[in-house]
């Protein structure tokens, strides 16, 4: 079953702008991760945020979380044409018994185009 | 750190034939994921492994599809018979423990078409 849900399902921008995508979820997390994925390849990590984080940054990203509205953000700041790509989020949620069975459910992802 | 590694990473077959994947997770990592995502989708986890184990399979179509772990490390994903709708690419993950807060690492998935 589908956790997390991307928004816009499609953004397009010019090379230096900056690309926010949204992503909501239905159950308390662990933590919540984004992947990117380039067309023909794997999901590349790219950041984790706990759940008891609100944001975190790495290079030039930024992650919110939110998790009284089950919600986060990606943002990516100076855009550059290399970053068209596929980007998902992901929850990571740990079962209540054993606490070690955790695994990513992930949403249906946000198609990225950064026009040169 | 070696990554993922998956093979093969592309395959064409008929419907009702049969087709294996390959995985050898991160040195250490002791769980071990496959994850089918069809084109346009986001991954859908097919069976988890920790260690030689599997703790959730709940997701994977027992009819035709099974996967092993016998020695804890390497894996296969065995499609027998295939469908038209088995295309997809099928991703294989590993993570060091089992508890989250350890990313996933994600192998280059192998690429299956079935006609």
């Known amino acids: 079953s589908q956790q997390g849900e991307e928004d816009p399902q499609a953004l397009s921008i010019q090379e230096g702008e900056n690309a926010t995508m949204n992503c909501s979820y239905k159950?308390?997390?662990?933590?919540l991760q984004w992947y990117r994925q380039n067309s023909g390849r794997g999901l590349v990590h790219l950041i984790l945020i706990r759940s008891n984080e609100r944001e975190k940054h790495s290079g030039r990203l930024r992650v919110t979380l939110d998790t009284s509205k089950k919600s986060s953000s990606l943002l990516i700041t100076a855009s550059r044409a290399a970053d068209t790509a596929s980007y998902f989020c992901a929850t990571d949620i740990d079962t209540i018994y054993t606490g070690a069975n955790s695994k990513l459910t992930f949403g249906k992802g946000i198609t990225l185009s950064v026009r040169p | 750190e070696a990554g993922v590694a998956q093979s093969p990473r592309y395959k064409i077959i008929e419907k009702r034939q049969s087709v294996a994947f390959w995985c050898n997770p991160i040195s250490g990592h002791a769980t071990l994921y496959w994850y089918q995502q069809i084109l346009g989708q986001g991954p859908k986890l097919l069976i988890q492994f920790q260690n030689n184990g599997v703790v959730d399979d709940s997701q994977l179509p027992k009819d035709r599809f099974s996967a092993e772990r016998l020695k804890g490390v390497d894996s296969t994903l065995k499609i027998q018979p295939a469908k038209l709708e088995d295309s997809a690419v099928y991703l294989c993950?590993?993570?060091?423990?089992?508890?989250?807060?350890?990313?996933?690492?994600f192998g280059e998935g192998s690429w299956l078409t079935v006609v």
């Open positions: 159950t308390s997390i662990n933590n």
């Open positions: 993950a590993s993570r060091e423990g089992g508890n989250s807060g350890n990313t996933i690492y």
